[in-house]
């Protein structure tokens, strides 16, 4: 009964700080992101501790339990939880960073190495001579929620999801004494592990089989970072012509002679490369130690990012100087070591010489090679100095002797954002004893924004610092292009692709390589590639937790945000309305940029994908929450002004699942889109209308599903357009209403007319007017007679057709209905073309052009304009007619209309042909059929390629006959495709 009222209590106590937080519009604690979740389990300790009393057992776990969380911790992962003799570890989970996945297999495997030192050591103690202790491991990466659980206390910090429940499946099937990963996880390391695979296994509580794989070490393949590039290299050519400069600067120095000025010139000659992740710094240096092999000696390495080991910068510096390889046995290592060092030695003076001889300990020491020496007994800051100068000298010794063999030498530092106190304490030694030198060399320093420059870096004669800006349009398209030849891309795809990118050639090939796996209906708001999410995570990790959360409420708003809106959102929230100093630190960190030139003061995310990430990170309560705020932010803010803001009311009040409020300002959001012939954005929003207006709400619905036919069939896009015009039917039987009856048959007679079915066309058009006329409606009867009016023209039948559209027109006149106005214009002046009355119908084309452009009737003004080029080519003007044809098919890709393209490619081909410009005139031939084949028209496709082929005639037989002069009269009908 007692534990009864406690569990009413907290329920009730649950509801209410919900209801709290719903008045005070708090967001829940927690957020979404991607983390690495390692789970470890020792096998054989049950049977062990069923002969220890409890205290040892206690002493052997807490031993193994603290061997296993320091593999944890070395790599940057962070212990969740003991479980018994398991242990539950995350990578990502505080601090994301783009080696989560990498750094949670190391500790695994160092876990493994562990516990086989441990298992010998415990044979050392005659009762656990037979104990052989055993670990299994499983390692997942995936979305996760993050965040405290339970009453505030400290560390109750855990994730949770389904990839959670994945990673502890895979440990559990994990063959003893190995690490089983899923293919995902794989995946995001395939260049830096070798694995063993391990097939598809049927876990419990997972849906599917799970393809299973095993780490089984590091990669013996895995290849110097700078020798990994390949394809085209664009848009770094001043940089690299500045760094070639520079490298002749110090060539020209010499290497022990006299200075010839007063002052000697700066050495060493240090360049800073600042660029964010992804611009291009590494491939900066691969181009430059292609292009200059021959000119320097190159020596090349990079902090690590996954473990900041004390040198670790210049060990790995001499390690490749000297070609020692981690997978190298302890001899060979040590036979490398001797050779290099009595290399160096013969090849400098005699001083480094000697020095060099009594670093050989030091250095054997960093590269892990046993050597007994009594210096590397010391500790701490004593043995630190010791290395630090062993490390000097060697360095030195390598500049001396590239001096000596006449080359200079180029040091190539990299992702210098991840280094270690002591490389940096080593980085300003170095410099302050080159400075001193007259040794010539040329020193290439790379890093993230992130990275202060050291002052001692600063203040050398020899400083420089460039700048990586972000691609221009015209290289990144380029390279694109070169990414996908390969990917089944849509165009479309491919323009959204360029602007994830945002200049960023890294970003750039990730985006390609997702989305080609995707379907376009899965592009609204499309998780961001691991890659890239964790590489964006970790900069928004080191944000304060209040300027994180104001830059997540800013990707709510959009890419695009306006101040007055983000500063509404914090009012209604309770919070602060000074956010301006939150936006300058924002802005100071290159995640967002200002807008100038506006009404009101706006910024924008600097990269599109940082604005994903944040606001993918957000819990989804949290999302439904903001994005509902943000519409209340936007009607407080403009609420005389809510027409120009329909769109954005409309997305946020959808993604706040508030579809009731959210159908007004869909629907005019779609209309607008129409009418401004967005075509793609109208046909989205459109099928969102559908997707969630009433059942019952007969209508409406058959008026969207009409609109999205109008689309569909500009664009070109008829597949089910005839199962759709079944589902209008059935709607406006239940609907009942005469306007939209006509509609209906007006729509149904130009599918039949355009698919050459002229009777079917006439019978819809018929009884469209019927229902006009009893309906004694002037809009409607002002359409019927336009489309009349075009059935007889087809008929040849002038004067009623002449009847027609002069009756529309007058009707448009006085309902001042302008689009139909321009339309009526330009079919008049097609009966007078018919009729060879070409002034009327140029002056007819002329008036329907000028309705059109002056209300942007942009399909109309396109139609105008291939008729009026028309004429021109009848009357012989072909290059005028040129320039409107090319003008009409401009207008046409604007609005996608595929069939407006193929008429002036046609007219188009006339106007070449005239002109003798036959290889002209085949291209348009050829862009019609790629058209056609788009649009399934099969028998458009023969007698194109009829055309075509006659056309080719043309080109091939005036490479054989110069003087090939064709003569036929055009007999184009500008009403007709080609």
């Not at 060092?341 to 480094?352: K, S, T």
């Not at 130009?750 to 698919?755: H, I, N, T, Y």
């Amino acid at each position: 009964m007692q534990d009864d009222l406690i569990l009413d209590s907290g329920l009730f106590g649950f509801e209410e700080d919900n209801l709290n937080r719903k008045q005070k519009h708090q967001l829940r604690e927690g957020e979404l992101r991607e983390v690495t979740i390692l789970f470890a389990d020792i096998k054989g300790f049950t049977d062990l501790s069923l002969q220890l009393d409890p205290e040892t057992i206690h002493l052997r776990m807490d031993e193994l339990m603290k061997i296993f969380s320091r593999c944890v911790t070395f790599y940057g992962g962070f212990v969740d939880k003991y479980i018994g003799d398991a242990i539950m570890a995350l990578f990502g989970a505080k601090q994301a960073s783009e080696h989560d996945t990498e750094r949670a297999i190391r500790a695994a495997l160092k876990m493994i190495e562990q516990l086989k030192r441990y298992n010998q050591k415990l044979k050392e103690i005659p009762k656990y001579r037979d104990v052989e202790l055993r670990i299994r491991v499983g390692i997942n990466t995936g979305i996760v929620s993050v965040g405290k659980v339970g009453q505030s206390r400290e560390g109750d910090f855990t994730v949770y999801g389904p990839e959670v429940n994945l990673a502890s499946r895979l440990e559990t099937n994990a063959p003893t004494g190995r690490i089983m990963l899923s293919q995902y996880t794989k995946e995001l390391v395939d260049d830096i592990f070798d694995f063993e695979y391990l097939g598809a296994k049927d876990l419990k509580g997972i849906a599917e089989p799970v393809e299973c794989w095993s780490p089984v070490g590091v990669s013996a393949s895995q290849s110097s970072r700078l020798n990994r590039f390949s394809g085209s290299f664009l848009g770094r050519n001043s940089e690299l012509s500045l760094l070639g400069e520079a490298l002749k600067e110090i060539s020209s120095q010499g290497c022990f002679g006299e200075y010839i000025t007063e002052l000697p010139p700066p050495r060493p000659l240090i360049y800073g490369v600042r660029a964010d992740a992804g611009l291009g710094k590494s491939r900066l240096a691969y181009e430059f130690i292609q292009r200059h092999s021959a000119r320097a000696e190159f020596l090349e390495a990079a902090c690590n990012g996954v473990t900041q080991t004390p040198l670790h910068l210049f060990t790995r510096l001499v390690q490749k100087y000297f070609n020692i390889s981690v997978r190298d046995e302890p001899q060979l290592r040590l036979e490398k070591l001797q050779t290099g060092i009595e290399d160096l030695q013969r090849n400098v003076d005699a001083p480094l010489a000697e020095r060099l001889g009594d670093s050989f300990a030091l250095i054997a020491r960093l590269l892990e090679i046993r050597v007994e020496d009594a210096r590397l007994r010391q500790g701490g800051k004593e043995l630190l100095q010791h290395l630090l100068l062993a490390l000097n000298n060697t360095l030195e010794a390598i500049m001396q002797k590239c001096a000596k063999n006449g080359k200079p030498l180029v040091l190539i530092l990299d992702d210098l954002q991840w280094l270690d106190d002591s490389s940096r304490e080593l980085l300003g030694h170095l410099v302050n004893r080159m400075s001193q030198s007259k040794l010539p060399s040329l020193w290439l320093l790379f890093y993230r924004p992130t990275f202060e420059v050291p002052g001692f870096l600063e203040r050398m004669r020899g400083w420089h610092e460039l700048e990586l800006k972000p691609l221009d349009e015209q290289d990144i398209t380029q390279l694109m292009m070169l990414y996908t030849r390969h990917l089944d891309l849509s165009e479309r795809s491919m323009e959204a692709v360029v602007k994830l990118a945002a200049g960023n050639p890294f970003y750039l090939e990730e985006w390609c390589n997702y989305v080609s796996t995707l379907p376009e209906q899965e592009w609204q708001d499309l998780p961001v590639p691991s890659s890239l999410n964790a590489l964006i995570q970790s900069r928004l990790d080191v944000l304060p937790k209040a300027l994180r959360i104001l830059l997540q409420k800013a990707a709510v708003i959009g890419h695009e945000f306006l101040v007055e809106v983000l500063r509404e959102l914090e009012r209604l929230m309770d919070g602060s309305t000074q956010i301006e100093e939150g936006l300058e630190s924002l802005e100071n960190q290159a995640l967002i940029i200002r807008q100038t030139g506006f009404e009101f003061s706006a910024y924008f995310f600097k990269h599109i994908t940082t604005r994903d990430v944040a606001y993918q990170s957000l819990l989804g309560s949290n999302r439904k929450l903001l994005h509902q705020l943000v519409a209340e932010a936007i009607r407080n803010v403009f609420p005389g002004r809510l027409d120009e803001f329909s769109h954005p009311l409309a997305m946020h009040y959808m993604k706040a699942g508030k579809y009731e409020e959210a159908l007004p300002w869909l629907r005019k959001a779609a209309d607008e889109a129409q009418r401004a012939y967005d075509n793609s954005l109208a046909l989205k929003l459109y099928k969102e209308l559908l997707d969630i207006l009433p059942a019952d709400a007969w209508k409406e619905r058959a008026e969207v599903l009409l609109n999205c036919l109008e689309i569909k069939w500009l664009i070109g896009d008829w597949k089910d357009i005839d199962e759709a015009m079944a589902l209008l039917e059935e709607w406006n039987d239940q609907a009942q209403d005469i306007a939209l009856r006509f509609h209906q048959l007006r729509f149904s007679g130009r599918l039949a007319f355009g698919r050459r079915q002229k009777d079917i066309a006439k019978e819809h058009w018929d009884e469209a007017e019927r229902l006009a006329r009893e309906a004694d409606d002037p809009e409607l009867i002002c359409v019927i007679e336009n489309l009349l009016g075009i059935w007889y023209y087809d008929q040849s039948l002038l004067d009623e057709s002449l009847k027609r559209h002069q009756h529309s027109k007058q009707l448009a006149r006085s309902l001042q209905n302008h689009a139909q106005e321009a339309k009526s214009f330009n079919n008049l002046g097609l009966v007078y073309l018919k009729q060879e009355k070409l002034d009327e119908a140029q002056n007819a084309f002329c008036r329907s052009m000028e309705l059109a452009a002056e209300h942007r009737i942009l399909k109309v003004e396109s139609e105008a304009m291939g008729n009026l080029a028309y004429v021109l080519i009848l009357t012989g003007q072909y290059e005028d007619a040129i320039f409107h044809l090319m003008r009409q098919f401009q207008y046409a890709q604007q609005i996608n209309d595929k069939l407006e393209s193929i008429r002036a490619l046609g007219n188009l081909a006339d106007a070449y042909k005239y002109l003798e410009r036959y290889r002209d005139a085949a291209d348009c031939f050829e862009h019609i059929i790629k058209i056609k084949q788009y649009l399934g028209d099969e028998d458009g496709i023969k007698g194109t390629g009829k055309a075509l082929a006659a056309m080719l005639k043309l080109v091939e037989s005036t490479k054989t006959d110069p003087t090939t002069d064709p003569t036929t009269d055009p007999t184009t009908d500008p009403t007709k495709e080609e």
